[in-house]
Every structure is written in structure tokens, then in C-alpha cells.
């Protein structure tokens, strides 16, 4: 089993269709699908629509709506019941809006194509595509049901699709997220969980130059909050905390001001750190609260929880690498990120995935933003061939 004899042709032949490949993402790529564009994510999801479904005659294909907004996900079915099942996941938004200069492809060199979500994430779905196109060939093919999820908010944060997720972990044990592997191959081992919170301070608006000021300033109080929450994760190992933007007092600076407001992104690297983070940040305001004639409240929430890393993961992980080396590949290594996706939610949901499995990917969501041409293909490789364990049943996930 485990030598590159036993790699199925249609599997070996990924590489001869490189070309074509990039083709198609260049062609995706031009057709702007911001997440606020919602004619262009239309166009987006009719090209995925067509190619998904001339490459899967057999296949059902939904349209399921989202909460709040009229953008709609892409779902793509084939064989239901077989007695295996794995969801394949990937976004179609970007972060260029309509208005965003970068629009257009580039080639900085022979290996590289540069644009507008060429890595986060259509780059994903076309290995995706092409993955599934070779396992299809495959012989034992049969004994696998698969679906892929498609979404269009990914971006800002999927709260239109996060029930989508919820339902389809319950017809799921595993998932591939089809999000960009790191610049040096590396898959995504973990996440940490994103939160935003606002912090928002009231004193008392006085004369500057009256003394003894009768006086309550917002801004020094708030500051002095700030100056702690932006330590606690020296305190609290796998938290982060960035005091993202602030705001207060007026343009008559001859006033205490009474008024500031700060918003602070979190992020936590286990949901376990959720609660003792919260309990610091509450603690930090209130010696403040204490004081005669402050009020400092937070309000906010988390967003995506962390995606930690289980057995499932692990053992998923150890077979794409072994795939890797059986197809004569450096094996990838994994790596935590600071950054959510829809990996996370499928994790809350309860479904275990190995996520960063798409092309190799750098410069996301700037101008500068490139994908390896070759790993289209060789990442749809190693997709291919664990699916063809997976359907075996020789994943132990
Ligand atoms: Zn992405």
C-alpha cells in the first residue's frame, strides 16, 4: 500500500493538467467576489456551478440560502449513501471589493501567479475540483460520499453560514478545508478563537482649568485599562489581546473629557481560555468602577472558537503525509495560526477537519497576494490519494 506503485494513473496524471488548471483560477480570479459584492459572488458561484457540474453529471446540486444577507452557499452531493462520508469545505468570497484596484493576474515569475484570491481561496477549489475528478477515476471510488460546502462569507466572518455548518456536521465525521497551506507547504495544525469586544468609559465633563477639578476623565481611565488588558497575555500563555482602535473627548480641548471608547480583537487558543481571559478583563475595570463618578463597561462577544487539534486530526494528518511521501512529495509539516476560518466552526459543530490542505499560498489579502503554480496540482494529489484511503477505510478518522 504504502509506495508510489500504488498510486492510481488518474492520481500520477494530475501534473499534465497544470495548465488547464491555472487557467481556470485565472479566469476565477477575474471575476471579482468580495464579500459585500453580491452580483459578483453570483457570477462566482454560477462559473463554480458549471464547472462542478460538468465535471459531476451525477452530482446534486443545492443553492441553500443564508441568514441574513442574499448571498447563498454552493452545495455539491455525490452518492449520499455510500457507507463512507467526508465534506469537502472552501469560501468563494474574497477580501477585494468591488472597488479594490487589485482586479487582475500577474506572473512575477515562471512559478507564480499573482491576483485577487488566487491562494484564499479559489486556488482551494480548484484543487478541490481536480482532486475529486481523479478519485472519481479511482476503483474504489464507490464507497465514498462526498459533499462539498461552498461559502460566500468566509471573509467577514460566516455568520450567515454558520448554521449551514452545524447541519452539515451532522451528516459528517471529517472535513478538508480547503484553505491555503502556508508559503513553506505547512498545513494548519490549530487556530485560535477571535472575539471583539468594546470597552467603553464614562466620567465627567468639566473645565480644564478649574482646580480642584470637579472633573472625571475618560480617556486617562480608559488608557489605564488598556495599558493592563494589552498584558494580560503575558499572564494568560495562548492569549492574545490588541487594542485595535480608540476614540474620546472632543475638539474643545479645554474640557475633561467625559467619553472614550476602545474595541479590542481577542483571540484564544483553546476555548478552555475563554473564561479566565473574560474574568481578568472584568477585574481589570474594576478598580476603575470603584472610583466616584467612572462607569467602565466591555460589551462583545467571540466570534469563531479555536480549532483545536484532536486524534481525528492527528491521525488524518499522519495519512496526508504519508500520501505526500508515496507520491515521491516532501511531506508537509503543520503549523498553529493566529487566524480563524470556517475550520474553526466545523471544530465547534463537532466535526474534526484537517484544514490549509489548498496550494501553497503567500501575501494573503494584500495586493501582492501569489500561489505556487505547480502545488494545484501536487496538493491535488495528496487530496486525491487520501481520499482513496479515506473511502478505504485506512484514515483512522
Ligand atoms: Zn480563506
Known amino acids: 500500500m504504502s509506495n508510489a506503485l500504488s498510486v492510481p494513473a488518474a492520481i500520477a496524471a494530475l501534473p499534465t493538467r497544470t495548465g488547464e488548471l491555472t487557467a481556470m483560477l485565472e479566469s476565477w480570479a477575474h471575476i471579482n467576489s468580495g464579500s459585500g ?34 448571498a447563498r452557499a454552493l452545495r455539491v452531493r455525490l452518492r449520499p449513501s455510500a457507507p463512507r462520508q467526508i465534506l469537502l469545505n ?7 471589493e468591488a472597488a479594490d484596484p487589485f482586479q487582475t493576474c500577474s506572473r512575477p515569475d515562471a512559478h507564480t501567479l499573482r491576483g485577487p484570491g488566487v491562494a484564499d481561496m479559489k486556488g482551494g477549489l480548484v484543487v478541490m475540483l ?64 477571535t472575539g471583539s469586544f468594546t470597552a467603553t468609559c464614562r466620567g465627567r465633563a468639566a473645565h480644564a482649568a478649574q482646580v480642584p ?18 498584558k494580560l497575555p503575558a499572564e494568560l500563555p495562548g492569549v492574545l489581546v490588541n487594542i485595535g482602535n480608540i476614540r474620546g473627548g472632543s475638539a474643545a480641548t479645554n474640557v475633561v473629557p467625559d467619553f472614550a471608547q476602545s474595541e479590542l ?25 470603584a472610583r466616584e463618578g467612572f462607569s467602565l463597561e466591555i460589551a462583545g462577544s467571540f466570534n469563531r472558537p479555536p480549532k483545536e487539534c484532536g486524534p481525528a486530526e492527528e491521525a488524518a494528518f499522519a495519512a496526508w ?54 502545488s494545484l496540482a501536487s496538493r491535488a494529489q495528496i487530496a486525491a490519494l487520501f481520499l482513496t484511503r479515506y473511502a478505504a477505510g485506512d484514515v483512522g478518522c
Do not use: C, K
Open 37 to 70: 459584492h453580491l452580483a459578483g459572488l453570483e457570477r462566482m458561484r454560477g462559473a463554480l456551478r458549471a464547472e462542478f457540474s460538468r465535471a459531476f453529471p451525477a452530482a446534486l446540486i443545492e443553492e441553500p440560502a443564508l441568514e441574513g444577507t442574499s
Open 90 to 96: 472552501g469560501h468563494y468570497d474574497t477580501v477585494y
Open 130 to 193: 481536480a482532486a475529486l475528478q481523479a478519485f472519481e477515476q479511482t476503483p474504489g471510488a464507490s464507497a465514498l460520499g462526498w459533499e462539498i460546502l461552498v461559502t460566500p462569507d468566509e471573509e467577514t466572518g460566516s455568520h450567515g453560514s454558520a448554521p449551514l455548518f452545524i447541519e452539515a456536521a451532522t451528516r459528517h465525521s471529517f472535513a478538508l478545508v480547503f484553505e491555503p497551506a502556508r508559503p513553506t507547504g505547512d498545513l494548519v495544525r490549530s487556530r485560535m478563537g
Open 213 to 230: 477639578s470637579p472633573g472625571r476623565n475618560a480617556i486617562l481611565a480608559l488608557a489605564e485599562f488598556l495599558l493592563a488588558a494589552a
Open 265 to 289: 480583537d481577542v483571540r484564544i487558543t483553546r476555548i478552555a481560555d475563554r473564561a479566565p481571559l473574560m474574568a481578568r478583563l472584568r477585574a481589570l475595570t474594576e478598580p476603575i468602577n
Open 321 to 374: 503525509q504519508q500520501a505526500a511521501r508515496d507520491l515521491g512529495q516532501t511531506p508537509p509539516g503543520w503549523v498553529h495560526s493566529g487566524g480563524g476560518s470556517d475550520g474553526n466552526l466545523l471544530f465547534a459543530a463537532g466535526l474534526p477537519n484537517l484544514d490549509g490542505v489548498g496550494p501553497l499560498g503567500d501575501a494573503l489579502h494584500s495586493d501582492r497576494e501569489n500561489v505556487v503554480i505547480a
